[in-house]
């Protein structure tokens, strides 16, 4: 894959009705050049995937078949295209979050379900919070601190792709400081149809309800697109007491050696493309 395919994908995001926008292919891009792949026909782009390292633990997302090409195993050898590739790269865990209609694709391949995720749909109202808020703006210095909480919530030193979210959107990275200390962190980015929020990740409840509360209020007025670990009843349950509903399913699979999550400071991941 190169650049000149990103309007290509996006019309295959489209046709899927993701979330994706140009900036989120080329963020892929620029962190695995050499990861990414297109599946060709007479020339046009029928199928894409995403392969991304984070040391020993590897992302594959994007993973998207023009409707026309489908049954034709089109997923399976960009799929095994990719794994090769990983392996070759002495990986030794491949995660990725299945869509329904992906999950049979990833079972063939040896992967296993590891946890569910809910996304969450939903308009925070203008005007509903205060103008003070302990959240505050998180500077370039506090990056890797942020960092640290994110591999401790997702086993996976991400720093590359927070790096590169933080520099995109700067203004969206928020964290909440106790005691001198950082409880957590929130981001987000701008989406096809939605704004989504993530990573946020807190130490506890409270924590995570300031971020949740501070990152939504932010976008108050437009949609706004969550994945939530299903296992994080805290996290589910002020969503839906502010009237977000789930819109849909997600199911995280590995391949390979487990991880050790913590799903309690995960309160809202990045997205399914890495996790």
Same mark, same amino acid.
């Given at each position: 894959?190169?650049?000149a395919?990103v309007p290509?994908?996006?019309?295959?995001?489209?046709?899927?009705?993701?979330?994706q926008t140009s900036?989120?292919w080329?963020?892929?891009?620029?962190?695995?050049p050499?990861g990414?792949?297109v599946w060709?026909?007479?020339?046009?782009? #029928?199928?894409t995937?995403t *392969?991304c @390292?984070?040391g020993p633990v +590897?992302?594959i997302?994007?993973?998207? !078949?023009?409707?026309a090409?489908?049954?034709?195993g089109i997923?399976t050898?960009?799929?095994?295209h990719?794994l090769?590739?990983l392996v070759?790269?002495?990986?030794e865990t491949?995660?990725?979050?299945?869509?329904p209609l992906?999950r049979?694709?990833?079972e063939?391949l040896g992967f296993?379900?590891?946890?569910?995720?809910t996304?969450?749909e939903?308009v925070?109202?203008?005007?509903?919070d205060p103008?003070?808020?302990p959240?505050?703006?998180?500077?370039?210095?506090?990056?890797p601190?942020?960092?640290?909480?994110?591999?401790?919530?997702?086993?996976?030193?991400?720093l590359?792709?927070?790096?590169r979210l933080?520099?995109?959107?700067p203004t969206?990275?928020r964290?909440?400081?106790?005691?001198?200390? #950082?409880e957590?962190?929130s *981001?987000g @980015?701008p989406g096809?149809? +939605?704004w989504q929020?993530?990573?946020? !990740?807190?130490?506890d409840e409270?924590?995570g309800i300031?971020?949740?509360r501070d990152a939504?209020s932010r976008?108050a007025?437009?949609?706004v697109?969550l994945?939530v670990?299903t296992a994080?009843?805290?996290a589910?349950?002020f969503?839906?007491?502010h009237?977000w509903?789930?819109q849909?399913?997600?199911?995280r699979?590995?391949?390979g050696?487990?991880l050790?999550?913590?799903?309690?400071?995960?309160?809202s991941c990045?997205?399914p493309?890495?996790g």
């Amino acid at each position: 894959m190169t650049e000149a395919d990103v309007p290509r994908g996006m019309e295959l995001t489209a046709q899927a009705g993701w979330n994706q926008t140009s900036l989120d292919w080329l963020r892929c891009l620029a962190l695995e050049p050499d990861g990414c792949f297109v599946w060709e026909e007479h020339g046009l782009v #029928v199928g894409t995937v995403t *392969a991304c @390292r984070f040391g020993p633990v +590897a992302w594959i997302g994007l993973v998207l !078949v023009d409707a026309a090409y489908r049954r034709r195993g089109i997923a399976t050898a960009l799929m095994e295209h990719a794994l090769t590739y990983l392996v070759d790269g002495r990986v030794e865990t491949v995660r990725l979050d299945a869509t329904p209609l992906g999950r049979p694709v990833y079972e063939k391949l040896g992967f296993v379900a590891e946890y569910e995720l809910t996304r969450y749909e939903g308009v925070w109202p203008k005007g509903a919070d205060p103008a003070l808020s302990p959240v505050e703006a998180a500077d370039r210095a506090f990056w890797p601190e942020l960092a640290a909480w994110d591999r401790a919530a997702t086993a996976t030193d991400r720093l590359p792709l927070l790096d590169r979210l933080f520099t995109e959107q700067p203004t969206a990275v928020r964290l909440l400081r106790g005691q001198g200390t #950082v409880e957590g962190f929130s *981001a987000g @980015r701008p989406g096809r149809l +939605a704004w989504q929020v993530g990573p946020c !990740v807190a130490r506890d409840e409270a924590a995570g309800i300031l971020l949740l509360r501070d990152a939504l209020s932010r976008q108050a007025g437009q949609s706004v697109f969550l994945d939530v670990p299903t296992a994080n009843e805290a996290a589910r349950r002020f969503l839906e007491e502010h009237g977000w509903r789930p819109q849909r399913m997600l199911l995280r699979m590995r391949r390979g050696k487990p991880l050790r999550d913590n799903l309690a400071l995960m309160w809202s991941c990045f997205g399914p493309e890495k996790g």
